[in-house]
């Protein structure tokens, strides 16, 4: 466990007090918004460290108690009763305020790009993306989040191919991160006669959404096509000149957006484009920063197999952690919480043991 210098947990509490006073004496509206922003950064941690100063004194007295022979055998006795509930207060809190001091990622609080793709198995991996995309879809929900369709690739036989989603609200990259990379799943096709268990797999994608003062795109770094839109048909496949394809010219990457309005098309290509340009860059840094890379759950390659979904077993794998649960009915439901809550709780105790070195 790494320490907690008393020095700085004062001056954060010494910070929180002096934004809540300047808050409350009625700043401007843009003083206030900065003062804001920064009183809720605070806020958890200031009443965890509150909570850690009063719950040491408590354990202080305590054992000013014991160890005073002049106290009587009843007070003496209700004090070593107390002491080990407060000393398990203390180590809790005092993980709490470790996890809360942890270095952040710049982009947790950003909304995310949500993209899903069939890889290996055909038919069957377009119906698991489809299953896959309904999954986050109800579990952004349980969040409070917004789940937005960006663009969709119909699959021959139902599900998807390729599907888009922005996704908005409170945390949603902070949660939604670890779900990069490939998702297995192993299942009997309706269209199989011999029941035969088949595997298939689908890719998962999930970048922070960018805002323009993040990446920079210069106007004659990209080239902006429209045409006309092809397909098999259905809702998301239009017949007029409106759809568009922006090509990013230093890097080679290709958005393409085929909706109703050619407009939508141009802004959503270049959200989408703008986003996978920040990602890159995270990408980037993250490989200079090896330390940091090594503490990453899984190596954030989105190549690499994370998660097995047995539906013959109701069996859900994340093999980045070697998480097993028997509820994959729920899980597909949108009941993700236990999953991603293992994945950064295993994320911040290797951060913590690496602060600690």
Do not use: C
């Not at 699959?155 to 902070?174: L, M, N």
């Amino acid at each position: 466990m790494i320490s907690l210098p008393r020095d700085r947990m004062n001056q954060l509490v010494k910070r929180f007090d002096m934004l809540e006073a300047q808050m409350a004496a009625g700043p401007d509206p843009e003083a206030y918004v900065k003062l804001a922003s920064e009183y809720s950064e605070l806020q958890d941690i200031a009443a965890r460290i509150r909570d850690l100063f009063r719950a040491e004194s408590e354990l202080a007295d305590l054992e000013a108690m014991l160890a005073d022979k002049s106290t009587d055998a009843d007070m003496r006795a209700l004090a070593e009763s107390d002491l080990p509930a407060v000393k398990e207060r203390i180590d809790s809190l005092r993980n709490d305020i470790q996890i809360l001091l942890l270095p952040k990622d710049a982009a947790d609080e950003k909304n995310a790009i949500l993209e899903i793709r069939a890889g290996t198995g055909g038919d069957e991996a377009a119906l698991f993306a489809g299953d896959l995309y309904r999954m986050y879809e109800r579990y952004a929900a349980s969040q409070g989040w917004r789940m937005e369709l960006v663009s969709a690739s119909d699959g021959d036989a139902g599900g998807y191919k390729e599907i888009i989603a922005s996704v908005s609200g409170k945390g949603v990259f902070a949660k939604l991160k670890f779900e990069s990379g490939v998702h297995r799943v192993q299942r009997v096709p309706a269209t199989e006669a011999q029941g035969r268990i088949h595997t298939s797999a689908a890719t998962v994608a999930v970048l922070p959404e960018a805002e323009e003062v993040d990446i920079d795109i210069r106007a004659e770094d990209i080239r902006i096509d429209t045409m006309r839109a092809s397909g098999s048909g259905g809702q998301h496949v239009n017949t007029t000149d409106s759809a568009v394809r922006i090509t990013h010219l230093p890097t080679g990457i290709m958005v393409v957006q085929a909706e109703k309005s050619q407009h939508q098309n141009r802004a959503r290509a270049m959200q989408i484009l703008r986003a996978r340009l920040f990602d890159m860059e995270r990408s980037r840094a993250d490989e200079q920063r090896s330390e940091s890379r090594k503490l990453q759950v899984g190596s954030g390659d989105r190549s690499e197999r994370i998660r097995t979904y047995n539906f013959p077993q109701g069996r859900l794998t994340d093999h980045r952690i070697n998480l097993t649960l028997y509820k994959l009915d729920r899980v597909m439901m949108g009941e993700l919480e236990e999953v991603i809550g293992a994945l950064i709780a295993d994320h911040q105790s290797k951060l913590l043991a690496a602060v600690g070195e």
